[in-house]
T-cell receptor, first 111, second 115 residues
Framework: QKEVEQNSGPLSVPEGAIASLNCTYS??????FFWYRQYSGKSPELIMS????GDKEDGRFTAQLNKASQYVSLLIRDSQPSDSATYLC???????????FGQGTTLQVKP | SAVISQKPSRDICQRGTSLTIQCQVD?????MFWYRQQPGQSLTLIAT?????????ESGFVIDKFPISRPNLTFSTLTVSNMSPEDSSIYLC????????????FGPGTRLTVL
């Protein structure tokens, strides 16, 4: 079992729809969770961080965390073609203090 | 967040040679890391660059192949030694600025092609 798992996609949504990206993790003591966006040929960009159970909203982005289920998600409302990218889920390992990345989910927003 | 630059942005090298990649930050940071991203893959941590002491390497990465320096709180280098085509990757430095949130920010990356 991988430490951080994501569906590689591609996830295809029409413009204006809600895109839902999911991530599960295996380390029960993890306390910090991050979503990065990576455009093709570019480096990862931190877009959301979440540390407590529940929802955290920032503009069109909402991160959701459920530590009991070891599940973190990212919702993108009113998806735009410019949101088309790979989204990387990252979990700070509770044991090592290092960031563990999932394989990433490719999102395609079609006009 | 800190502004991070990397040099070179890309390079094409011959096998058997070495390349040193520089990472410069515009402010002091508590932690610096080096990652590798192979084509179509996610990020793999190579090592933690420790200021004033030897880097801490992850399993599968060794100092002889990837020597790292961090002489101060704003600068680090990663050398890819005795390169082979399998070393063709994007190499990224990242930083944690401090505080308790452990947010990591990435430099623009160095795209390395080994022929």
């Amino acid at each position: 079992q991988k430490e951080v798992e994501q569906n590689s996609g591609p996830l295809s949504v029409p413009e204006g729809a809600i895109a839902s990206l999911n991530c599960t993790y295996s380390d029960r003591v993890s306390q910090s969770f991050f979503w990065y966006r990576q455009y093709s040929g570019k480096s990862p960009e931190l877009i959301m961080s979440i540390y407590s159970n529940g929802d955290k909203e920032d503009g069109r982005f909402t991160a959701q965390l459920n530590k009991a289920s070891q599940y973190v998600s990212l919702l993108i409302r009113d998806s735009q073609p410019s949101d088309s990218a790979t989204y990387l889920c990252a979990v700070l390992s509770g044991n090592t203090g290092k960031l563990i990345f999932g394989q990433g989910t490719t999102l395609q927003v079609k006009p | 967040s800190a502004v991070i630059s990397q040099k070179p942005s890309r390079d094409i090298c011959q096998r058997g040679t070495s390349l040193t990649i520089q990472c410069q930050v515009d402010s002091q940071v508590t932690m610096m890391f080096w990652y590798r991203q192979q084509p179509g893959q996610s990020l793999t941590l190579i090592a933690t660059a420790n200021q004033g002491s030897e880097a801490t390497y992850e399993s599968g990465f060794v100092i002889d192949k990837f020597p790292i320096s961090r002489p101060n709180l704003t600068f680090s280098t990663l050398t890819v030694s005795n390169m082979s085509p399998e070393d063709s990757s994007i190499y990224l430095c990242s930083v944690v600025q401090g505080g308790s949130y452990n947010e990591q920010f990435f430099g623009p990356g160095t795209r390395l092609t080994v022929l």
